[in-house]
């Protein structure tokens, strides 16, 4: 498997995939032909938006999540997956391509991956091309959110049968919004609202009854249905009852922490630590953003309930994800686009039915490059060639198993018209976490996660991680896929 970089070893990987891909061919042959094949069994993708690992079934010992939960107790939870950018509509063009962002070319959220490449086939296109029914409904591809929703946002036509844009009181209720940034557009910012009324008015409890819908009129042949939530993105609306949940008193504050005066300029998303937030309005925040998984929750769960009540839960694999992880004040950040752990670590789970790690978990890194080749797979489908992750099939039957070296995750800050970008890119190893800004030019951070979870001690310019240091940017370059600096290429 994937190894530090270097010439030998880079040889000897080679034939070992030469050979693993042999003995994968004959094996996925032989159990095409068994009864516990997955070929053709209906695929459910739910996702949700902006949400990071502040899950019950994560460990996060406040919010409750009892349907993701569920899901994780029929399934295998990746406790170590990472998006490839932390920003929505590169991961997901990314993820739903199966492409790391530098060959998907989107870096923002206004390209359109069918720009860059008409012709590539996305996830749900490679399985409506063979058959399948293909729907949306709610934020698969990018939509700005709340500004489009109730349109198509940046969608992909060719990837659907059907579609639906729910659109609730949510957008209504945008004068009562409060923002911490009054002006600034809600989904830029931090904002939030206590809502009245009930779930089923909000976009994404009219997007779970719509899901359902869809569910029971194609019930009866494969399908691949995709639900896309809109929260936990802000503005953080949600029913009153969701904020009842959480106290103020009783919610977790990120105390003021060390540590932004030891990172380069470029690592950082806002001048002010916390925008300048109160504390009052940081635990408040905090409340609305836990207030808000819990609501999303609350809707995918209709969305399980219905595959069960419809006898689809033996023939239905089902997936959860984020589309990036999100900051709470850790660094003195919030939401998205930093390089650090919090940003880039997102919630993964596949539920399979005959699976053999049923409920359980597991420590292998992973990324949201793999969802496509694993969908493929798991169909018997066959992949595009040039995938920038690698099928997680062995691990829904082998948790434990060895895996991954390290998995990568890049940004992009513009600077205006005449001035090049920032371009930072990161790669995470089951110890380390090494980032570099413009290839070491604009400054670079190395974090031990043995000592350092949180990544509040930056060891870039300590003279004893120097050799460290050489293997973390020798894996950053062995793996590219472009001009340098540059992405990873194919993991396999
Ligand atoms: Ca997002």
Redesign the pocket.
Known sequence: MRRFGGSTTITACLLASLVANAFAQEKKATENSSSTSTARMNVLLLMA??LNPSLACYGNKIVKSPNVDRLAARGVRFDRAYCQFP??NP?RASMLTGLRPDRSGVEDNAVHFRDVRPRIVTLPQLFKNEGFFTARIGKIFHYGVPGQIGTSGLDDPPSWNAFVNPKGRDRDDEPLIYSILPGTGFGATVSWLAADGTDDEQTDGRGAAAAIETLEKHADKPFFIAVGFYRP?TPYVAPKKYFDMYPLDQVPFVEPEPGRSNVPKAALTNAKPNYGMSDHDRRAAVQAYYASITFMDAQLGKVLDAVDRLGLTDKTIVVFA???GYHLGEHGLWQ?MSLFEESTHVPLIFSVPGMKAKGRSSRALVELADVYPTLADLASLKEPAGLGGRSLKPLLDDPDRSWNDAVFTQVRRNRGKNVPPILGRSVRTDRYRYIEWNDGELGAQLYDHDSDPRELKNLADDRSYAATIKELKALIRDRSTGPEPSAPKASK
């Open positions: 938006d902006d920003l929505c991961s993105h984020s589309d990036h998205k």
